[in-house]
Nanobody, 123 residues
């Protein structure tokens, strides 16, 4: 199964911004819808955002809508998650994964989870 690599996490103050990247060496992503998920300590993994193969459709969890933006550059085989106005509750390990489904009724992963990238929001 396809496994992607996440990067771009770090430590940021509340109100700050980060941009996460998702890709895989030698892999063309443009045939996959991609989702970003996150898992905070002691909590279940939750969906954050997803994007269709062409980027024409995106969806967001209500907790991040208006603050996060998902995008993709198929020419460079990379999917991004721009996170603005970060809050303490955004602290989590963030994962990207190919999706079998990216719609307003559900996001269905179809790959393997990678290592993720840690995002810590702290003052």
């Amino acid at each position: 199964q396809l496994q992607l690599v996440e990067s771009g996490g770090g430590l940021v103050q509340p109100g700050g911004s980060l941009r996460l990247s998702c890709g895989a060496s030698g892999v063309t992503l443009d045939s996959y819808a991609i989702g970003w998920f996150r898992q905070a300590p002691g909590k279940e993994r939750e969906g954050v955002s997803c994007i269709s193969t062409t980027g024409s459709y995106t969806n967001y969890a209500s907790s991040v809508k208006g603050r996060f933006t998902i995008s993709r550059d198929n020419a460079n085989h990379t999917v991004y998650l721009r996170m603005n106005n970060l809050k303490l509750e955004d602290t989590a390990v963030y994962y990207c994964i190919p999706l079998a489904l990216c719609t307003n009724t559900g996001w269905v992963p179809e790959g393997s989870w990678g290592q993720g990238t840690q995002v810590t929001v702290s003052s």
